[in-house]
């Protein structure tokens, strides 16, 4: 049996570059309060320790301790097959955000099999659409007015809902596989790309666009590594094909 | 009728002795976010404004402007009916504590007719016990181990609570778009079948199992017209293409 720990152990939070070390203090005690405890930064260097460890009160200093540390989001993202995007945007963005209590709804049958990370972006421009193109779902918190929360205290609100889904969840839910990592994710959308370009199905100008609705819709669809498979298969086949024409 | 913006101005904040200026920002900024724009503090002074009014943003200004201060809670409860004070303490306390949720519920009936009190105590301690006998309901964030929160975050978690149960105590759920319908489908998956036949990636044997893969991940995915329309747009460019190669 899947236990409530073992679920919340499947969580990563990942702040993408973060300016305020505070920030990641306060962010690694509100982990640590709802039982998560691995914390990820996307960012060129480690901040200042001792303002993170304040915020982080000797608690959840192992969090500090443990921090991990990478330059890139797609480089921080390989091993995960669950990406959630947090964001405050409702207007422009592709995807419809879910609340952060749909959004574990939907989160909490993919844990079974599968690590999720969950992404808070910068204090000042939260995340941007190239950081969310790698999310298939979003989560957005409700408020008046559209407005833009406080960091530490979003970061809050989300680890809150998860605590709250996963010790209240029914024992009974149909778990989901283990679904596509990022990594062999973004190997097929490469191979797609290449082909789409092939067929002149889009040029250099609407390449960005018709990309984004293809992640779109893949987004939704949750792959399984053999989903990928498949498709990558498919396009190294046809790519294959286009080099050397049967006639 | 009374609709969600009255619901929450009937509810106020109380910080009981904060220490830290940059809470009480925090805490206003985060009222704001949620529609809740009165804030009071149990003080013997004003503290300093510079670190309240950063961590509020220029967006929450009005609250610290608007700040009410009484030296002790008797004073800055005169005018309320109903009081809930947060705790993280689940021991010695008189009142079993409520999860924000249930406590949300419970006060939902109560706005219409009634001013609603909400208390935080200080950083390093919450409310007292003489604190808490004057409130009629306690609220406790469920946390691991029993642990407990930084005071923003506190306070974020409740007002998101508050926000989110009144907004969804009357509408509720995101409408799901069009779908693609049945004929719609099955003309993409002949297009599909074709352009899986012309690359070779499937044969006259194993077609039926590849394309049955292939519905079953495309049902999962609730397809849109639109996404579907992608689909045979591009099923149909590279039909053409493999008639009159490029080169």
Redesign the interface.
């Known amino acids: 049996m899947v236990n409530d720990i073992t679920l919340?152990s499947r969580i990563a939070l990942i702040l993408v570059r973060p300016k305020i070390p505070e920030n990641i203090g306060?962010a690694a005690?509100?982990a640590?309060?709802?039982?998560i405890d691995r914390l990820i930064l996307v960012r060129d260097s480690l901040p200042e320790r001792e303002p993170m460890a304040r915020?982080a009160t000797h608690?959840a200093a192992h969090l500090i301790d443990n921090l991990e540390i990478y330059p890139s989001l797609p480089e921080a993202l390989t091993n995960f097959t669950v990406v959630i995007g947090t964001t405050a945007r409702r207007g422009r963005q592709r995807f419809?955000a879910?609340?952060p209590?749909?959004m574990v709804e939907a989160l909490l049958p993919q844990l079974a099999n599968n690590q999720a990370a969950l992404l808070f972006g910068p204090e000042d421009t939260g995340l941007t659409n190239d950081d969310l193109k790698y999310c298939q779902m979003t989560s957005a918190?409700?408020?008046?007015d559209f407005?833009?929360?406080?960091l530490?205290?979003a970061v809050?609100?989300h680890c809150?809902e998860l605590?709250?889904g996963i010790?209240h969840a029914s024992k009974d839910m149909t778990p989901v596989p283990q679904l596509a990592s990022s990594f062999e994710l973004e190997s097929m959308y490469s191979l797609l790309e290449k082909s789409?370009f092939a067929?002149?199905?889009m040029g250099k100008v609407s390449h960005t666009y018709?990309m984004s609705?293809?992640r779109n819709?893949f987004s939704?669809?949750?792959?399984t590594s053999?989903?990928a498979n498949?498709i990558r298969?498919?396009s190294k086949?046809?790519l294959l094909?286009q080099k050397n024409?049967k006639a």
Do not use: E
């Open positions: 919340l306060a005690r509100i640590w309060n709802m039982g915020m608690k419809v879910q609340t209590r749909q918190i409700p408020t008046a407005s833009s929360l406080n530490a205290q809050a609100i809150y605590h709250h010790i789409l067929i002149d199905f018709w609705n293809i819709f939704r669809m949750r792959l053999k989903d498949i298969g498919v086949k046809f094909q024409p």
